[in-house]
């Protein structure tokens, strides 16, 4: 089973930045599509971003569009989370997922079963 690891997490400031990293062993990541999902405290997880993996299209949610950029680097077999201009409201548990496709668009709604364990996002000042 694909294993992923996240790490970048931390504290930060209001304005701030965070680079997270999702990492796979085992696996090499060229042909799965990986997302990007948060969890704050008392609510449900919702998508952040996703990238394919072919095309390398992203898709971005409105609530961080503009500050978040996702990338991957296939010779690492890492995909990274740049964020940017950080909010309080972007306080949560981070987590990747991933999903086998060649698709050049990624669909955050198809990441059911490789997901990794998390790290934790707080931005406070």
């Keep these: ?3 992923l690891v996240e790490s970048g997490g931390g504290l930060v400031e209001p304005g701030g930045s965070l680079r997270l990293s999702c990492a796979a062993s085992r696996f090499s990541l060229d042909f799965y599509a ?10 449900e997880r919702e ?9 390398g299209s992203t898709y971005y949610a409105d609530s961080v569009k503009g ?12 995909v990274y989370l740049q964020m ?6 972007d306080t949560g548990v981070y987590y990747c997922a991933a ?9 955050m709604a198809a990441f059911r079963v ?3 364990q998390g790290t934790q996002v ?4």
């Design 1 to 3: 089973q694909l294993q």
């Design 34 to 43: 990986i997302g990007w999902f948060r969890q704050a405290p008392g609510k």
């Design 47 to 55: 998508g952040v971003s996703c990238i394919s993996s072919i095309t």
């Design 67 to 78: 500050r978040f950029t996702i990338s991957r680097d296939n010779a690492k077999n890492t």
């Design 84 to 89: 940017n201009s950080l909010k309080p409201e």
């Design 99 to 107: 999903y086998f496709s060649v698709q050049p668009r990624c669909d």
């Design 114 to 116: 490789n997901w990794g």
């Design 122 to 125: 707080t931005v406070s000042s």
